[in-house]
């Protein structure tokens, strides 16, 4: 799909060690494939999700595609 600017999107702040190698997977891959993990967006509150995720994805370099950290997440990102 030629996607460029892909987003890390976690509103689930957590030292689990799953938030940290998902993380880490994501920067690899983009690596792997040229490109500079540059668009990351955290809030430690989710009520405050659409407040931070709308500016973010209407922005004029937003990300063309988002790589959530979970399935909640997915869901507020599309509702967003």
Known sequence: ???RRIAYVN???TPHYSEA???AG???AL???G???QFECEMPVIENFASATVPFLQ???RPTALFCYTTQT???ALLA
């Open 1 to 3: 799909l030629g996607h």
């Open 11 to 13: 509103f689930y702040p």
């Open 21 to 23: 190698a998902r993380r």
């Open 26 to 28: 994501y920067e690899r």
């Open 31 to 33: 690596q792997s494939a």
């Open 35 to 37: 490109l500079r993990p």
């Open 59 to 61: 922005s004029p370099d």
């Open 74 to 76: 997915t869901q507020r």
